[in-house]
T-cell receptor, first 112, second 110 residues
Framework: DQQVKQNSPSLSVQEGRISILNCDYTNSMFDYFLWYKKYPAEGPTFLISISSIKDKNEDGRFTVFLNKSAKHLSLHIVPSQPGDSAVYFC???????????FGAGTILRVKS | EAQVTQNPRYLITVTGKKLTVTCSQNMNHEYMSWYRQDPGLGLRQIYYSMNVEVTDKGDVPEGYKVSRKEKRNFPLILESPSPNQTSLYFCASWGNYEQFFGPGTRLTVL
């Protein structure tokens, strides 16, 4: 039973446009959500996070939106750059420091 | 530089031969975890530790052991590896509301 789902295995976007990556979760106990970016042959690197007391968090070109009623979060990248091409993982936790549950990942390709 | 290190980075072994993958962090984090990454399944947690001598099972603990005798180290032990443990393994430590991952260990069990 996948508690965190990323239903799009891949996404292709033109450079300069917006990339929107989506993530759905089923466990209502999750209260902390993170996005990670992963390049081949490297470990995932933290991108941005949001706690359940917020519905939006921004960091430069990256914005995460949380819709608790729909159990849905999304990552917006504006403008998209070729260097953003990577696998993006959504993750959720029921308690800070407790186990993280990851989605299967979405491959983002930004075309120049 | 803050980092999580893992060794070895690549390992090919045979069924039943005990192995240990080491993990070390220099950030004084209390929380550490091991994950495996498999195609289409994302990262699944194997074990995690909330502090020295405190460990707990994650989602896929079968066939693995861990220990946390010191805060900085969290080795992953495969007592009798099997081919279904062929995977990419990541160690991570948690602090400041984000998890830091090691570079990964690609394990092949023949």
């Amino acid at each position: 039973d996948q508690q965190v789902k990323q239903n799009s295995p891949s996404l292709s976007v033109q450079e300069g446009r917006i990339s929107i990556l989506n993530c759905d979760y089923t466990n209502s106990m999750f209260d902390y959500f993170l996005w990670y970016k992963k390049y081949p042959a490297e470990g995932p690197t933290f991108l941005i996070s949001i706690s359940s007391i917020k519905d939006k968090n921004e960091d430069g070109r990256f914005t995460v939106f949380l819709n608790k009623s729909a159990k849905h979060l999304s990552l917006h990248i504006v403008p998209s750059q070729p260097g953003d091409s990577a696998v993006y993982f959504c993750a959720a936790s029921a308690r800070y420091g407790n186990k993280l549950v990851f989605g299967a990942g979405t491959i983002l390709r930004v075309k120049s | 530089e803050a980092q999580v290190t893992q060794n070895p980075r690549y390992l090919i072994t045979v069924t039943g031969k005990k192995l240990t993958v080491t993990c070390s962090q220099n950030m004084n984090h209390e929380y550490m975890s091991w994950y495996r990454q498999d195609p289409g399944l994302g990262l699944r947690q194997i074990y995690y530790s909330m502090n020295v001598e405190v460990t707990d099972k994650g989602d896929v603990p079968e066939g693995y052991k861990v220990s946390r005798k010191e805060k900085r180290n969290f080795p992953l032990i495969l007592e009798s590896p099997s081919p279904n443990q062929t995977s990419l393994y990541f160690c991570a430590s948690w602090g400041n509301y984000e998890q830091f991952f090691g570079p990964g260990t690609r394990l092949t069990v023949l």
